[in-house]
Nanobody, 124 residues
Framework: QLQLVESGGGLVQPGGSLRLSCAAS????????IAWFRQAPGKEREGVSC????????DYTDSVKDRFTTSRNNAKNTVYLQMNSLKPEDTAIYYC?????????????????WGQGTQVTVSS
């Protein structure tokens, strides 16, 4: 069955770091751009980042672009989200999702596969 699986979430203090992983189960990740989304309690789902199939292009929402880095290792069939300088407002469930390419301001993309989410809690 085609599925994405996130891991690496947890509880961290403000200013700390976490690295999330997104691994494919049942298919090869190479063919897909991978985006990270997050949803905090009481808030709408928010796009966090996206990385192109080859990993050469990345995109971030403004609130994280100076702190988060997404990367991929296609040989390991895994995409990462390195989160540094974490803030309480980063607390959310983080999801990864696969599309044929990253969306832009003018081009929407369908995300075919989603993970179950991993909880990130930033609190002192």
């Amino acid at each position: 069955q085609l599925q994405l699986v996130e891991s690496g979430g947890g509880l961290v203090q403000p200013g700390g770091s976490l690295r999330l992983s997104c691994a494919a189960s049942g298919f090869t990740l190479d063919y897909y751009a991978i985006a990270w989304f997050r949803q905090a309690p009481g808030k709408e789902r928010e796009g966090v980042s996206c990385i192109s199939r080859g990993g050469a292009s990345t995109d971030y929402t403004d609130s994280v672009k100076d702190r988060f880095t997404t990367s991929r290792n296609n040989a390991k069939n895994t995409v990462y989200l390195q989160m540094n300088s974490l803030k309480p407002e980063d607390t959310a469930i983080y999801y990864c999702a696969a599309a044929l390419a990253c969306p832009t301001t003018t081009i929407r993309r369908e995300f075919y596969y989603w993970g179950q989410g991993t909880q990130v809690t930033v609190s002192s």
